[in-house]
């Protein structure tokens, strides 16, 4: 019996040896550099992305336009929205790429750790997201004339990375989820945005203190601190809710 | 097949008829809730004095406070199903992390639908960004989101459905502290200022919901059992080749 | 055989069902080291998803895995030593063949895992074309790059549903020099093919699956004309029996 014991810790012993904090996140890299390099040689998903990104802001910037001048007060919902909207685009090809070939149950199969492959993902979706929104800020600043300061484009960065960061996780999460669900592009729109609606009604509100005229600054780091709430725990518990989900 | 398995098979079916009928408990909790609501409704409408300021709008009152509550009652109910559900994967504590959020949004639907009648009264608009009312709608709209991925979302629904109301849980408890930092127009406990016939008619309705509630709850969860009693007798029954 | 790896794999009494759909039924299967069991069985008798229980990516209904000595509930933790080659790729259309197994290998922790992956490709015939995006490749280069892909971690249980499904005479050749190979290493191979041929130049074991249900097993090698009557016997049979009882 004592040998059995033995035998089954000298295999658990080498599986446990890729679980280390190091180890998962060294995984995550690995992963995450592999859907960089896929993107780089096909650039569908950054371009239809960053595409349709600019689209909306080009058209909610016609839908809010009187006398002849933008209405710069609507500049920060449509700037959350649009990376919200082309998120999702993004969302679901990174995790369809997956399934073409059926690589998810490669990455399943193999040893690295449930938590690294999410987090692998969510690494991946949080540079496709940083690129997006490399294209809709400027479209934000040029369509609405915002003439952002230096300080406030930092400030703006800075928000735009939790509030970011926030949706890479969840909306990661949920991808994962519904990868192999029926009319999965759907579904994922339904459950992420109730579920993002705490991150897009904090981002608009910090995103429209910085850019008020006299920035509240007491106002806007509440706003911050709630954003960097929201991603810790949102990030504990997709961790904890990706590790059972079993394919089967 | 071998006559071991139709004799299982056989007595599997026979258990189960006998737990088909309801249990006495039930149906009485059941009636004693059916016929507190008939009363607090009676009380609401013609026992309970009209308030001043508010007029016959203050009688949504007995309604949305007892409404909000059970749905927060129904929301560390559906927590623990899911977290259970998803640690040991066990059918009952799917039926408990369902049953929670079809009781949530039930009751939460009342609580929107009420809360935006007594919002027109007194702020003038049906809707306001309020804490309490964002909240709920957040939780609701996350809910019935994960009541149709339960339906559409295929061999892993359950750990899916779990998952989500898990995070629906969080995400209304995070949208509170959100939208209490932006602003709050929500009405203060008012309960204390009442006067005591309004504090019977309270009284009664927030029972009888939470018998109803209790009621619902019961039902739902015999449902859920008999359901999967009846997955198992047909994976009996396929086991035993009866499918061929 | 791989460092921590295990030396038995057995399905015993498994049941796998979908829905209300009967894929397996009491199956039990032990593979051994260094035997190549060949299991064969008409579409639809269970095959793949057999093949799966021994993944580890299913799990069975009723009935337990067995991996070493791992207790059946933690059977997982057994997955980086199994080596899989199934219907899809498992590669990434717009990665290089190199890439492809170098990605694999790194997270199977392989030392040196480009000259590893070079290597393993190199042997496959694919030396001209390591470098080509892996979605130019025709049906029987994928498959030899699954293989590579499959191979990489040094499993000790390897997994083949239909190896030889569009290799040329050649690359056929290199497939099953390469399962004579890791006969001699030691590992389990289960392998699924329709090709009696190669099954019985390879197979050290033959079980047929017919309907869900292990109909028959032989221990020791048949060759190509005694394996096809055997199976005539058992699946054919069984089918027409089916026939004659629905008609």
Redesign the interface.
């Known amino acids: 019996m004592s040998a059995?014991?033995e035998?089954?810790a000298?295999?658990?012993?080498?599986?446990v040896a890729?679980q280390g904090f190091l180890q998962v996140l060294r995984?995550a890299a690995?992963?995450a550099k592999?859907d960089l390099?896929?993107e780089l040689?096909?650039k569908e998903i950054l371009l239809t992305m960053g595409y349709f990104g600019f689209l909306v802001v080009l058209i909610f910037s016609f839908s809010f336009y009187s006398n002849d001048a933008p209405i710069s007060a609507v500049a920060s919902g449509i700037l959350w929205v649009s990376v919200a909207f082309s998120g999702t685009l993004g969302l679901g090809r990174i995790l369809e790429?997956e399934k073409?070939?059926?690589?998810i149950?490669?990455?399943?199969?193999?040893?690295?750790s449930r938590p690294a492959i999410y987090l692998g993902k969510t690494f991946g979706v949080l540079a496709f997201m940083v690129v997006v929104e490399l294209v809709v800020v400027p479209a934000v600043d040029f369509f609405f004339n915002l003439r952002l300061t230096g300080e406030q484009a930092g400030l703006l960065a800075l928000t735009l990375a939790l509030g970011t960061i926030g949706y890479s996780v969840?909306g990661t999460?949920l991808a994962a989820?519904?990868l192999?669900?029926?009319?999965k592009d759907v579904?994922l729109a339904?459950?992420l945005y109730?579920?993002m609606?705490?991150v897009l009604?904090?981002g608009v509100?910090a995103t429209a203190a910085l850019i008020a005229p006299d920035l509240p600054m007491e106002e806007f780091v509440?706003?911050v601190r709630?954003l960097a709430?929201?991603d810790i725990?949102?990030l504990v518990?997709s961790l904890?809710?990706f590790e059972?989900?079993?394919?089967? | 097949m071998s006559a071991e398995t139709l004799a299982s098979v056989n007595e599997a079916l026979f258990d189960r008829t006998r737990g088909l009928k309801t249990p006495p408990a039930l149906m009485a909790l059941s009636v004693t809730a059916a016929v507190l609501l008939a009363v607090a409704a009676w009380m609401v409408f013609f026992y309970a004095p009209l308030e001043k300021e508010m007029g016959f709008v203050q009688k949504i009152f007995y309604f949305h406070v007892p409404s909000a509550w059970i749905m927060l009652l129904s929301a560390p109910l559906m927590a623990f199903g899911s977290v259970a559900y998803l640690i040991k994967r066990q059918d009952k504590y799917d039926h408990l992390s369902d049953a929670g959020v079809e009781l949530a949004i039930l009751f939460g639907a009342l609580v929107l639908i009420t809360g935006p009648l007594w919002g027109r009264k007194a702020w003038g608009v049906y809707w306001v960004w309020d804490v309490r009312l964002t909240s709920t709608l957040v939780m609701v709209l996350t809910l019935v989101a994960c009541k149709i991925v339960r339906g559409y979302a295929g061999p892993n629904a359950k750990q899916i459905a779990a998952g989500l109301a898990l995070l629906a849980v969080l995400n209304a408890t995070f949208v509170y502290f959100s939208v209490d930092l932006w602003k709050g127009t929500h009405p203060p406990k008012l309960i204390q200022t009442l006067e005591p016939q309004m504090k019977q008619t309270f009284w009664l309705s927030v029972l009888a919901f939470h018998l109803a509630w209790g009621a619902m709850l019961w039902a739902r969860l015999r449902m859920g059992k008999l359901r999967s009693a009846l997955d198992r007798l047909h994976m009996q029954a396929t086991e035993a080749g009866l499918d061929d | 055989m791989a460092a921590g790896g295990f030396d038995r794999a057995e399905a015993r009494n498994v049941s796998k069902i979908y829905g209300r759909v009967r894929a397996l039924h009491r199956v039990s299967l032990d593979l051994t080291p260094g035997r190549v069991t060949g299991l064969l069985g008409p579409n639809g008798a269970g095959k793949t998803t057999l093949l799966w229980l021994f993944s580890t990516l299913t799990t069975p209904s009723s009935g337990t895995m067995h991996f070493g000595d791992l207790d059946p509930v933690r059977a997982r933790e057994a997955r980086g030593h199994i080596g899989l080659l199934s219907h899809a790729s498992l590669t990434y259309g717009d990665l290089t063949a190199l890439e492809n197994v170098t990605f694999y290998a790194r997270l199977y922790g392989v030392e040196d895992p480009e000259g590893e992956s070079r290597r393993l490709l190199e042997e496959f015939g694919l030396r001209e074309a390591l470098d080509r995006p892996a979605k130019t490749f025709s049906r029987g280069m994928t498959q030899r790059l699954g293989l590579a892909r499959a191979l990489v971690g040094r499993p000790s249980l390897v997994l083949l549903d239909e190896p030889f499904t569009g290799l040329d005479r050649a690359s056929t050749r290199t497939v099953i020099q390469r399962i004579h190979h890791l006969r001699e290493q030691g590992a389990m191979v289960l392998m699924i093919s329709h090709d009696m041929e190669t099954t019985a130049e390879l197979a050290d074991e033959i079980a047929i699956l017919v309907r869900g249900k292990l109909t028959h097993r032989h221990q020791g090698r048949l060759d190509g004309d005694a394996l096809r009557a055997r199976y005539a016997e058992v699946a054919e049979g069984a089918g027409q029996a089916a026939q004659e009882a629905s008609a």
């Open positions: 059995q014991v035998a089954g000298a295999v658990r012993a080498k599986v890729r995984d690995e992963i592999k390099r896929v040689r096909s790429r073409e070939g059926d690589c149950r490669a990455l399943l199969l193999s040893p690295v969840v999460l989820m519904l192999r669900a029926r009319a579904l339904i459950v109730p579920l609606l705490p009604i904090v509100k509440a706003w709630l709430v929201f725990v949102f518990a904890w809710i059972p989900l079993v394919m089967d």
